[in-house]
C-alpha cells in the first residue's frame, strides 16, 4: 500500500521516468481503486502547481483594528473622522512626502477629465442665492497650511475647489476631488495640480447631487493608472454646511 | 521558522535560512484547531475571538486585497472593512454550511466587488457609465472569483501540519523533487513520499468538506 502511495504522488509529480510511468499507468488500467485514488488528487496537484509565488509569500497584514463594542468609531467635529485606532471604511488618512521633481509643476491647476482651470483672476461667479462655500480642513498627515473651500453653486451641476497650502505634486502625482461617505461609497469629480506656490482654484463638474455623500475629500493620486482612491487624503469637509 | 518571503522558486538560490525539516521532524500536529470556539466567542463579542480569526485568515484576506485592488491603502482599509464585518454579522454564519475560512473569504471578495465598483470613475453620461460597468462586472470580478480560489487554497495549505505544509512549499514554490527535498532535509526519501501524499490527500478532503462535498 506504501509503495503505491508512493508511486501516486511521484506519478502525479512527473518524477517518474518514462519506463517507471508507463509501468504504474498499467497498474491503473488494472486497478480502478488505484486510478481513483488517482485521478482525486490530480486536480489538487494542478492547483498547487498553478499558484503564483504571491500566494506562498503572503504579506503580513495591517494591524487588526479590533472593534470595541462594535460601535462606531469617534468622529471629528465638522464630520471628518479623528485619527483611530482601527481604520474603518473611509481610505487611510496619511500624506506622502511629495516628489522632489516639483519644479516641473508650474502650473497652478490643470483641470484633467473634465474639470475646467480658472485663472488666477477668476473664481466662482453667479453664485447667488442657493449656492454653498463648504470648508475643507486638513485631514492625515497633509501639509500643515493645508486648507480649501468648495463652493458649490446654485445649479448643483458645478463645484470650484479653491485650495492652499498643499504640498506640490510634482510630475508623477496630482490631487482629484472626490465625494464620498462613511460607508465607503464614493465617485472622483476630477483631478488638478498643484503647483509650488501650493494653491489651485479649478471648476468642477459634479454627475450627483452632493447631499447624497457626507464628505468632499481631496486625495494625492499617483499617476499609476489605477482610478482607485490612493487612500491619502489631505483635505476633507462635509458636504453641507 | 523563517518567513516564507525569503524563499526562492529556483532551488539552486534556495538561501539556506529556508524552513529546515529535520531528520527529527516532529509527528504531524493537530492540522487545524476547532473553529467552535471561535465562532461562539464571536457571538459573545469576545474580541479575543476576532484577534484568533485574525491570526488565521489576516494574511490570507490581505493578500487577496493587495492583488485584486492595486492599492495598498485600500487594501489595507477594505482588510478592516472586513473583519468589521466579521465581527458584527457573526450571528450569519452558519458552521453548517462550511468552514469559517469560506465565509471570511466571501466577505472579503464581496467587499472587494464592491470597492472596485465604487473606484470606477463615474463617467457624467449615463450611458457611458452603464457601459463602463458592464465592462468591469464581466472581466474583473471573473479574475477576482478566481483570485479568491487561490487565496483560499493558501488557507487549507495553511491548515496542514506544518512538516507537510512546508514539503508542499518546497516542492511548489521551491520547485525541489522529492529527491533533493530529502537531501536536503537528510529525511528518508520514503518519509518525504509519504508525506506528500498525506498532505495532497488531506488537501483534498479539506477542498471537499470547504465545497460541502
Known sequence: MREARDQISSYLLGELDAAEATAFERRLDANPDLREDVERLRPVVSRLKALPAEIWEAPQPPPLAVPEGAEEPAREPGGGRSRPKRRLRLPTITLRPAPGAALAALLLAVGVAGGLLIGGNGGSQGYGTGATDLVLRRTGDGAPGARGDVFVGESKQRATVDVEGLEPNGSHAFYELWLLDDDGRMIALGSFRIGTDGRAKVELPIPVAPSRYQYFDISLQEDNGNPAHSGISVLRGPTSS | ?213
Request: no cysteine; glycine share 8%; aromatic share 6%.
Open chain 2, 1 to 213: 521558522m523563517s518567513e516564507a518571503t525569503t524563499i526562492g522558486p529556483n532551488p539552486s538560490t534556495l538561501p539556506q535560512e529556508f524552513v529546515r525539516m529535520d531528520g527529527a521532524m516532529p509527528a504531524d500536529a493537530t492540522p487545524s484547531q476547532g473553529e467552535g470556539h471561535l465562532v461562539e466567542g464571536l457571538r459573545e463579542r469576545d474580541p479575543a475571538a476576532l484577534r484568533e480569526i485574525y491570526d488565521r485568515f489576516g494574511r490570507i484576506t490581505f493578500g487577496f486585497l493587495l492583488r485584486a485592488l492595486s492599492d495598498r491603502g485600500a487594501a489595507e482599509d477594505v482588510q478592516q472593512q472586513v473583519f468589521l464585518e466579521v465581527w458584527r454579522r457573526s450571528d450569519r454564519f452558519d458552521p453548517e454550511r462550511g468552514r469559517l475560512l469560506t465565509w471570511v473569504m466571501t466577505i472579503t471578495r464581496s467587499r472587494a466587488i464592491d470597492h472596485q465598483r465604487r473606484r470606477v470613475p463615474e463617467p457624467i453620461d449615463p450611458q457611458a457609465a452603464a457601459t463602463t460597468g458592464d465592462v468591469w462586472s464581466v472581466g474583473a470580478e471573473g479574475e477576482i472569483e478566481a483570485l479568491a480560489e487561490q487565496w483560499r487554497m493558501r488557507g487549507l495549505l495553511d491548515r496542514l501540519p506544518a512538516s507537510e505544509s512546508e514539503l508542499l512549499r518546497l516542492r511548489f514554490y521551491g520547485e525541489l523533487t522529492q529527491s533533493e527535498i530529502a537531501a536536503r532535509e537528510e529525511i528518508p526519501l520514503g518519509t518525504v513520499k509519504t508525506r506528500m501524499f498525506n498532505g495532497l490527500q488531506r488537501l483534498r478532503e479539506m477542498i471537499d468538506e470547504e465545497n460541502g462535498a
